[in-house]
């Protein structure tokens, strides 16, 4: 695939080094980040290759598995021309007794812009800034962020209902233990978009108010309010104890599926960040219906992981950065 010339994409005034979560960004770094994807989503019409990281080595760093998020960010880093270097945990120096730290620094060396970085145990990602010269991207850390699922989820979002100001989104399912859940409820706010969180109560943590969402434990009394349903895939590789007596009751309580549907608002979007567990949080029927948004979510991080791996690269030679 020839590249193309680097066409003109603003990067406005972003001067952050790392992209580690939404928490910490206002409103117009958001916008800016959300602006950036749709340019690229049009320019890459065409699929051919951009050289906007021509020059740029690319990392993926990822210390647990990942289908998605590994390959989108690998392909986004292609699409703009960079060299990537794809790195599993599974056989490499860690189990010889290499520290996490070690091994990034050692991956740096090797001429590395930016570390896009995917680890099982919160604020692993944060931890790196502290110690790399490289611009770092966290692709999900434990339970607590997964910045470009969020941006990707809220692209989609706004690229169907355009401005979400006003706009009531419902987020179901496992929020005691989604990454997912946290950076779309810091993203989606700071957009004026009331959310709301629903799952049984074992699974909603208990100050989870105090991020100034509404909680609700029975999905049937927010159907008729939502403009957009996404629904969270139930994290048992995290869990530890029981948390809902069945699965299948859990479908029962807090699927969605054709019933609940026709409760809905009429143009309700239902997303799924994936993968998603066909017959617990969804039935076959609505993810391959005309409501879903699921495959959009995934073309869609595509272009949003091309906006924040340009954005970051940009930074790396600057003086005037922020953390």
């Not at 340019?39 to 210390?63: C, D, M, P, W, Y």
Request: charged letters at 25%; hydrophobic letters at 40%; a neutral charge.
């Amino acid at each position: 695939m020839a590249a193309s010339p680097t066409s003109s994409v603003p990067i406005g005034n972003w001067k952050r080094r790392h992209l580690l979560g939404l928490e910490k960004l206002d409103r117009e770094e958001i916008e800016l980040i959300l602006d950036h994807a749709a340019e690229f989503k049009t320019l890459q019409a065409t699929r051919s290759k951009l050289s906007h990281l021509n020059g740029i080595v690319v990392a993926n760093l990822f210390f647990e598995p990942s289908t998605r998020t590994k390959t989108s960010f690998s392909l986004a880093a292609k699409r703009l021309s960079a060299d990537t270097v794809d790195f599993t945990a599974s056989g490499s120096s860690l189990s010889k007794g290499e520290t996490f730290i070690d091994t990034a620094l050692t991956i740096e060396s090797m001429g590395v812009d930016l570390m896009v970085v995917r680890h099982s145990s919160p604020g692993a990602p944060e931890l790196l800034s502290r110690h790399l010269k490289s611009g770092v991207l966290n692709a999900g850390d434990g339970t607590h962020e997964h910045p470009t699922q969020g941006l990707l989820d809220i692209f989609t979002m706004r690229e169907k209902l355009g401005s979400l100001e006003g706009k009531t989104v419902t987020l179901v399912g496992d929020i005691k233990h989604s990454r997912v859940a946290r950076s779309n409820i810091w993203g989606l706010q700071k957009l004026g978009a009331k959310v709301i969180v629903c799952g049984p109560p074992t699974l909603i943590p208990v100050e989870i108010e105090q991020l100034g969402v509404t909680v609700a434990h029975r999905f049937d009394d927010v159907l008729a309010e939502s403009d957009v349903i996404n629904l969270l895939r139930v994290q048992f590789e995290r869990q530890r104890g029981a948390f809902f007596p069945s699965i299948a009751e859990y479908a029962h309580l807090f699927g969605m599926n054709k019933k609940r549907l026709q409760k809905s608002k009429e143009d309700v979007l239902i997303l799924a960040p994936g993968p998603i567990n066909r017959g617990v949080e969804i039935t076959p029927d609505v993810a391959d219906g005309k409501h879903s948004q699921i495959l959009h979510q995934v073309t869609n991080g595509l272009f949003v992981r091309m906006a924040c791996l340009h954005l970051l690269a940009q930074t790396q030679e600057r003086k005037s950065v922020i953390q």
